[in-house]
């Protein structure tokens, strides 16, 4: 069966940090890529960064997500077929459901992304 399965959200003070797991089973990660998106409440959802098969990083390219850039970096790991979203410097407006998601390719439309994990929730509060 083919699942994404996050982990790693929590309530975190801002400037704080966490880091998002991403693992998939019934499939090789490594033969796609991989995007980790956000939805904040009454917001749409929201590209964030991506890794290519080749494990070259894309970018935030919206004006609501660009502000991650810098803060949050992409990684994976393929022995462990996970990904991981390292978040530092973590602000309120970072609050949001957290999911992964798999394509061939880093794009930014949410319709090439084919399977999805649950979400994790990240909260950054005072």
């Known amino acids: 069966q083919l699942q994404l399965v996050e982990s790693g959200g929590g309530l975190v003070q801002p400037g704080g940090s966490l880091r998002l797991s991403c693992a998939a089973s019934?499939?090789?990660?490594?033969?796609?890529?991989i995007a980790w998106f956000r939805q904040a409440p009454g917001k749409d959802r929201e590209r964030l960064l991506c890794?290519?098969?080749?494990?070259?990083?894309?970018?935030?390219?919206?004006p609501s997500s660009d502000s991650v850039n810098g803060r949050f970096t992409i990684s994976r790991e393929n022995a462990r077929n996970t990904v991981y979203l390292q978040m530092n410097s973590l602000k309120p407006e970072d609050t949001a459901v957290y999911s992964c998601?798999?394509?061939?390719?880093?794009?930014?439309?949410?319709?090439?992304?084919?399977?999805w994990g649950q979400g994790t929730q990240v909260t950054v509060s005072a």
């Open positions: 890794i290519s098969r080749d494990g070259r990083t894309y970018y935030a390219d919206s």
């Open positions: 019934g499939f090789n990660l490594g033969d796609y890529a």
């Open positions: 998601a798999r394509s061939s390719q880093c794009v930014t439309l949410i319709s090439y992304y084919d399977y």
